[in-house]
């Protein structure tokens, strides 16, 4: 019904760059906040970046400074930014998104994307 599609990942080496992209599509009314979480084997999943829809973003400690998340509303796609990788940013980046998919009746749905595998090489 929602499918988020993330692409941009792959091998980069420290200090380099790279930039997530991830698509919303199917029957969306709009949607409320967009983020990037990420994943290491082992551990849990924790929030990289989030935007809200008033552009409001909220960032992890260990890349502010170095990460910026953005999206476009019309597309409804949300993009990160990320600078002066490390190699431990290296990870399963996820996106999720708060779907509004009508409002009479109010429907909600929270959507993930498959991932996609950011590495870091020192």
């Known amino acids: 019904q929602v499918q988020l599609v993330e692409s941009g990942g792959g091998l980069v080496q420290a200090g380099g760059s790279l930039r997530l992209s991830c698509a919303a599509s199917?029957?969306?009314?709009?949607?409320?906040?967009m983020a990037w979480y990420r994943q290491t084997p082992g551990n849990e999943r924790e929030l990289v970046a989030g935007?809200?829809?008033?552009?409001?973003?909220n960032y992890a400690d260990s890349v502010r400074g170095r990460f910026t998340i953005s999206r476009d509303i019309v597309q409804n796609t949300v993009y990160l930014q990320m600078n002066s990788l490390k190699p431990e940013d290296t990870a399963v980046y996820s996106c999720?998104?708060?779907?509004?998919?009508?409002?009479?009746?109010?429907?909600?749905?929270?959507?993930w994307g498959q991932g996609t595998l950011v590495t870091v090489s020192s």
């Open positions: 199917g029957r969306i009314f709009s949607i409320n906040t």
């Open positions: 935007i809200a829809t008033s552009g409001y973003t």
């Open positions: 999720n998104a708060g779907v509004v998919l009508s409002t009479l009746p109010a429907k909600y749905l929270e959507v």
